[in-house]
């Protein structure tokens, strides 16, 4: 049973502020439609092998346009490397054809439009809208946003969508995506899946989980 830490988010929170100042997105892109593509992308692949392949992918694929009439077997070859192919291909064709004839070929900027898109849920949609258009509807809950979540005690919860109300409780509106970007980059750097380095963590004394 995961310690209720949650009367010291705001110290945590600070802290990692501190730690990570101005958290930038590693997924490039230059419209929130790139953004959407590489987040589906994103999904079991790294965010630098995604990143490998969407500087060819959009240089190919220019528009909505451009992949909502893509060939779905040269899509696949395309994103191939990313793994789970067939699938994203698939979502990716489909989201296109979608914003093409509901949207005029722009990404909605709404929770209830975004997660009707093909193979868009939640983290997904907070990240779009979030990191493209600047509004704030969640807390994107990828792995690490779940994993520091449970360690550091700021929910009992083990479903994202659980975890993101825990979280959405907890933090101000504004911080909600620097909240989801700075856990990340602590999963990332510090607090591993595997063999933490809570020696090394600047919220090691208020971690209930720490190894220290």
């Known amino acids: 049973m995961v310690v209720d830490n949650t ?25 929130p439609f790139q953004l959407l593509v590489a987040t589906i992308l994103s999904a079991q692949a790294t965010d630098t092998q995604v990143n490998q392949v969407t500087k060819n992918l959009f240089k190919k694929y220019t528009d909505v346009e451009d992949l ?3 060939d779905i077997d040269e899509l ?8 789970f192919y067939k699938n994203k291909a698939r979502n990716i064709k489909k989201c296109a054809q979608m914003i093409k004839s509901q949207f005029n070929s722009k990404v909605p900027d709404n929770m209830d439009d975004m997660i009707n898109l093909p193979g868009v849920g939640r983290k997904t949609a907070n990240i779009v809208l979030s990191r493209g258009f600047g509004v704030q509807e969640g807390i994107a809950v990828d792995t690490h946003v779940k994993r520091l979540s449970q360690r550091l005690g ?15 409780e907890l933090a101000d509106k504004n911080d909600w995506d620097e909240l989801s970007l700075t856990l990340i980059l602590h999963g990332r750097k510090i607090c591993h899946a595997k063999n933490p380095e809570c020696e090394n963590c600047v919220v090691n004394h208020l971690c209930p989980s720490s190894k220290v």
């Open 7 to 31: 009367q010291n988010f705001e110290k945590i929170w600070s802290l990692l502020q501190k730690e990570y100042p101005n958290p930038e997105p590693a997924l490039r892109f230059n419209n």
């Open 68 to 70: 909502a009439d893509a």
């Open 76 to 83: 696949e070859k395309d994103i191939y490397s990313t793994g």
């Open 154 to 168: 700021f929910t009992q919860n083990a479903t994202p969508e659980k975890i993101e109300l825990d979280l959405m």
